[in-house]
């Protein structure tokens, strides 16, 4: 089970920091990425970590404003969100899975609004 949580309303140019806590599984095995779906649009791909932490992955839309980070420790992904645009403005859902191309689990999403 994946539960995100740190959604909320913000300014442009403002930060939100999106985390996601897993349940269940051996959490360090597992892929993390955040996807988001803004209204109207397709679910797309934000930021993707692999189990160690090593290495990650983003979306050129986000590349140098966002960061993703995991704590295994503590069975969570984090999404540092800087520099925050309207068009980031979606819900954004955590999943987990064993490559970056294929995600398993989806947890409920968290809405992200920015406003101009």
């Known amino acids: 089970q994946l539960v995100e949580s740190g959604g909320g309303l913000v300014q442009a140019g403002g930060s939100l920091r999106l985390s996601c806590t897993a349940s269940?599984?051996?959490?360090?095995?597992?892929?993390m990425g955040w996807f988001r779906q803004a209204p109207g649009k397709e679910r797309e791909f934000v930021a993707a970590?692999?189990?160690?932490?090593?290495?990650?992955y983003y979306a050129d839309s986000v590349k140098g404003r966002f960061t993703i980070s995991r704590d295994n420790a503590k069975n969570t992904v984090y999404l540092q969100m800087n520099s925050l645009k309207p068009e980031d403005t979606a819900v954004y859902y955590c999943?987990?899975?064993?490559?970056?191309?294929?995600?398993?689990?989806w947890g409920q999403g968290t809405q992200v609004t920015v406003s101009s």
């Open positions: 269940g599984g051996t959490f360090s095995r597992y892929v």
């Open positions: 970590i692999t189990g160690s932490g090593v290495t990650t």
């Open positions: 999943a987990a899975g064993r490559t970056f191309k294929s995600y398993n689990y």
